[in-house]
């Protein structure tokens, strides 16, 4: 049977007034979903009529076919029916619909359900939570009825939408009960309290404590982090907690910091280096989008570009630093970060061998010796080694041996037989005769 004959023959059965038969369309129809055909305008049509079947399993089903075929208009067809339904088994599928498209309609009805018992109110629950999460409850109206119902609840009655419900519209008190229950490694849903605290700004720092005692809670930290503090700070507590996998530690980093300006990524970074949190590379990713448009530095995002260019120089790319730095030729420092600056910028061209260049910025000894560590090619080595004695940088008298002694030729290496002077040759094998 082809598409169109079987989307005629779910019109009649839908359209056929004997439960059964109507109820053995609406399989069809739900097979058709899953198969993923589409359903034709008929069948939708007579989907909706079935709202107002006088048999509660025929409008359940019909409340749950609208829901899934998402039609236009189903957000008003699933509120104007849950406004007038009965029948707890009927609200229950529409309540399904609130949850996902929830409304300022619907919350009288929501309430009125989350007040009963049972597998209702579990849905109602849900849809509570949907009209929750975009903040569409009345406090002095609708709050405290939804907080009487969720404090009479015990714990083991508790579901992940009521937990959800009391972090964002919770008392001190309800909170403190939802941090207790994420606590409670006994608690069958202390993964689910602590989920349900990253929707609260109270959350951050009980989650945090416990991603430090048990790394299994790290996620729902950073998730809370996220949300509710989004500034340098919150960017160091994200690089210190306990991460397992480290690629889930960069891919939480670079969303967060994705997300604030140039200013507050610039701090963010020093905090976190501060704290020994990331390594040079992630430090480097990082800050890269502060180069991306250097006519938004700012005198506080300034010193982020300095610290990108000393990263990149400690990991050998000199001529990437002085790239960078070039971008601060019109950017006033401050007088630590000119510092800083003046110093990288002459240590990368010291190791680039462009002296002259080098000694125009910075003749100090600090400069030209910590770019004399920062090489290990003997030859380099040495040149900057006289290039320090013939420009008259002042050195202590130790500094002044070190230099001296590199400027020096090594000796050739000395042959085995040289070296073991003492050594009796070995007995030679007497000849044939």
Not at 271 to 298: C, G, Q
Not at 337 to 363: F, G, M, N, P, V
Not at 396 to 422: A, R, V, W
Request: hydrophobic share 40%; proline share 7%.
């Amino acid at each position: 049977m082809d598409q169109s004959a079987r989307s005629q023959l779910i019109v009649e059965l839908l359209n056929d007034p004997r439960e059964p038969v109507c109820i053995l369309g609406f399989d069809l129809a739900s097979r058709d979903l899953s198969s993923g055909a589409t359903l034709s305008a008929d069948a939708a049509n007579a989907a909706v009529s079935l709202l107002n079947n006088p048999l509660p399993s025929i409008r359940s089903a019909a409340a749950r076919l609208i829901t899934r075929l998402a039609l236009p208009d189903a957000m008003t067809l699933i509120t104007q029916a849950l406004s007038t339904e009965q029948d707890p088994t009927v609200a229950q599928a529409l309540l399904a619909g609130i949850e996902r498209w929830p409304n300022p309609e619907a919350r009288d009805d929501v309430l009125h359900w989350y007040q009963s018992t049972g597998q209702i109110r579990i849905a109602a629950a849900n849809a509570a939570w949907g009209l929750a999460d975009l903040n569409l409850w009345n406090p002095d109206t609708h709050t405290p009825i939804l907080r009487s119902v969720y404090q009479s609840l015990t714990d083991a009655d508790l579901t992940n939408a009521d937990m959800r419900l009391i972090a964002t519209t919770g008392t001190t008190n309800d909170i403190n009960r939802l941090i207790a229950l994420a606590r409670n490694p006994n608690y069958p849903q202390q993964a689910n309290a602590a989920n349900a605290l990253t929707h609260t700004p109270r959350g951050v720092d009980p989650l945090i404590d416990l991603a430090q005692n048990n790394p299994a809670f790290t996620s729902s930290a950073a998730q809370a982090i996220e949300k509710h503090r989004l500034n340098p700070n919150g960017i160091r507590q994200l690089a210190a907690l306990p991460w397992t996998d480290s690629q889930n530690k960069i891919n939480a980093l670079t969303n967060a910091c994705a997300r604030l300006d140039q200013d507050q990524l610039a701090d963010a970074i020093g905090l976190a280096r501060a704290n020994n949190s990331i390594d040079d590379n992630l430090s480097i990713a990082l800050l890269t989008p502060l180069i991306a448009s250097p006519e938004l530095l700012t005198p506080r995002s300034a010193p982020g570009i300095v610290l990108l260019a000393e990263l990149e120089l400690n990991n050998q790319r000199p001529d990437r630093t002085i790239q960078i730095l070039s971008l601060l030729i019109n950017h006033p420092l401050d007088p630590a970060s000119t510092l800083r600056a003046t110093k990288a910028k002459t240590t990368a061209h010291i190791l680039l061998k462009e002296y002259d260049q080098a000694a125009t910025l910075d003749l100090t000894a600090d400069t030209w010796l910590t770019a004399l560590s920062m090489t290990n090619e003997k030859t380099t080595k040495r040149d900057i080694a006289n290039q320090i004695l013939t420009r008259s940088i002042k050195l202590t008298q130790d500094q002044q041996t070190h230099i001296q002694s590199l400027t020096q030729p090594q000796p050739p290496k000395e042959s085995k037989k040289s070296q073991n002077p003492n050594s009796t040759p070995s007995p030679q094998t007497p000849q044939a005769p």
